[in-house]
């Protein structure tokens, strides 16, 4: 199994990005994608998840700022991000779970210059 983030990068407050995490090794429809992040010197902490069905939740820090979705075909889950603030600033990694499986990515870097 292999879960691969990308799309990070530096920019400045107020800007967008879109990150993509694309899946191999699992039947990727089935399985719940969620986002979290880790800012320095912080825990990671959960940011958005999209259900097998399409269901989304948010953090409420980004709700109205940030979209997750998915798209089955590709394999790929997305998190647009919208009106960044520099308090955005961390690693981004994506999870795939269901049941008692969990599977994580490597991190993304995003940055937020004010």
């Known amino acids: 199994v292999q879960l691969q983030a990308y799309g990070g990068g530096l920019v400045q407050d107020g800007e967008s990005l879109r990150l993509s995490c694309s899946a191999s090794?699992?039947?990727?429809?089935?399985?719940?994608m969620g986002w979290y992040r880790q800012a320095p010197g912080k825990q990671r902490e959960w940011v958005a998840t999209?259900?097998?069905?399409?269901?989304?939740w948010y953090t409420s820090s980004v709700e109205g700022r940030f979209t997750i979705f998915r798209d089955n075909a590709k394999n790929t889950v997305y998190l647009q991000m919208n009106r960044l603030k520099p308090e955005d600033t961390a690693a981004y990694y994506c999870?795939?779970?269901?049941?008692?499986?969990?599977?994580w990515g490597q991190g993304t870097l995003v940055t937020v210059s004010s």
């Open positions: 999870e795939a779970y269901r049941a008692s499986e969990s599977y």
């Open positions: 090794g699992i039947t990727f429809s089935i399985y719940a």
């Open positions: 999209v259900t097998s069905d399409g269901r989304t």
